[in-house]
């Protein structure tokens, strides 16, 4: 059965916990998944099923399938050459698949995932544009005339970017060919069949008319990777109760589902209403029913029916914005605001959905002066005597005891978003 491998998103744990949650909704699709780092890797004997199923996440970036992987060798930097690379592509057959593909090819060559140990990107990247060189003269050599892209040097990556791909119609027409450089595994050769569209989540995100700091920047991606963690096979209806401009309640729209949210203020229902009928009016797939509502998150046992929604992901008021590190007095001052909010929102979430039901709540987290450490809100205790169970996203949804392994963060960031998946 053909092996892919998957280029996961900038926080590798989110990314891959979201991949097991989709597997455990669309049996049949993949098989045999595991992590290596930054990428996953699966089998599926369908393209197609690959396909689909990353269309339905939010955290990957890239599919490709893994044409021949060499063994490792004692040290993997000190073989690695323009010719070996070559050879090694003549191992994976790139030369006849070029040739198939076109009367004149054109190719690319992105690395996947971490550089071996005393590796530099300056040697990667002259090793991707001499292999290139040569890969073009062998096909010269087959009266093939053929050109190719390559990542930009003072790029933040040694992989094309998805303008390069779609450009130049390298998964239609041409081919990425993905190298993954691996001390442990081994040289894998890999071919691009699916890339994440970026312009469309760009869209969503800068270009919906409701944009606003105060009432919620979620990005799109993340609103998706968490619905895809409170989502099961049964999920038809999604609460967020602290639906702030419709980041989430808009995504659960367009992946088809009934969506309800609720805010405080009318400035952010508005927005979410607005945002909605823009994805209505400038996309095919808002297919879903979205409803926003004026509500406080403390009061929902007076809005809604009990035991009424299938799921819910939110993320609730994180705290005043904040540039720099802060000192203890201040972390505490702000965890006595946000502790008590949380637990009451809590406590009404589990009034109005259904037992069992999965609840993805995001939780701050905040990085302190002088130790350049990270507080966390201590509240598990309440969590639990509430009847949450706490889940490893990790390990097929077992509960577990310590506090979640999903944090999204971004270097140098003051606050982190610090992602529970909890059981009603």
């Not at 930097?77 to 054109?106: G, M, N």
């Not at 800068?206 to 009432?215: C, I, K, L, N, T």
């Amino acid at each position: 059965m053909p092996k892919y491998l998957f280029q996961l998103g900038h926080c590798p744990n989110i990314s891959y916990a979201e991949i097991m949650a989709v597997h455990d909704r669309l049996r049949g699709h993949l098989t045999s998944i595991e992590m290596d780092q930054d990428i996953a890797i699966a089998k599926s004997d369908d393209i197609t099923n690959i396909q689909s199923f990353c269309d339905e996440l939010g955290g990957t970036i890239r599919a490709a399938r893994i044409l021949f992987t060499k063994p490792p060798e004692p040290s993997i930097k000190d073989v690695l050459t323009p010719d070996y690379l070559l050879d090694v592509f003549d191992s994976a057959h790139i030369i006849e698949q070029l040739r198939e593909r076109s009367k004149r090819p054109i190719f690319g060559i992105s690395i996947f995932g971490e550089l071996p140990q005393n590796f530099s990107k300056k040697q990667a990247y002259s090793l991707l544009h001499e292999t290139a060189d040569l890969l073009k003269e062998k096909l010269k050599e087959k009266e093939v005339s053929s050109r190719f892209v390559l990542p930009d040097p003072k790029g933040a990556s040694l992989c094309l970017t998805g303008a390069q791909v779609k450009n130049n119609k390298l998964i239609e027409e041409g081919m990425e060919i993905g190298v993954r450089l691996n001390q442990v595994m081994g040289i894998t050769i890999a071919e691009s069949v699916w890339l994440q569209d970026y312009e469309d989540y760009s869209k969503r995100d800068y270009g919906r008319p409701g944009r606003d700091a105060h009432s919620g920047m979620l990005p799109p991606k993340l609103a998706r990777i968490l619905i895809n963690l409170a989502r099961t096979i049964d999920t038809e209806t999604v609460l967020d109760p602290f639906c702030g401009s419709g980041g989430i309640i808009t995504e659960a729209g367009m992946m088809g589902l009934k969506s309800t949210g609720f805010d405080k203020s009318q400035k952010a229902v508005d927005d979410s209403i607005n945002n909605w009928e823009w994805l209505q009016s400038n996309t095919d797939n808002a297919t879903g029913r979205v409803r926003a509502l004026a509500g406080d998150a403390r009061q929902l046992h007076t809005l809604c029916s009990p035991l009424f929604f299938d799921s819910c992901a939110t993320e609730p008021y994180l705290g005043p914005p904040m540039s720099k590190p802060l000192d203890p007095q201040r972390f505490g001052i702000i965890s006595n605001e946000l502790i008590p909010l949380y637990i009451r929102a809590l406590g009404e979430i589990r009034t109005v959905v259904k037992p069992g039901a999965r609840v993805v709540f995001v939780i701050p987290r905040f990085r302190l002066k002088d130790n350049d450490s990270f507080a966390n809100l201590r509240m598990l205790s309440e969590i639990k005597l509430l009847g949450y169970h706490i889940l490893d996203p990790l390990a097929d949804f077992e509960p577990i005891k310590g506090r979640t392994p999903l944090v999204y963060s971004r270097p140098g960031q003051v606050v982190q978003r610090e992602i529970f998946v909890l059981q009603a």
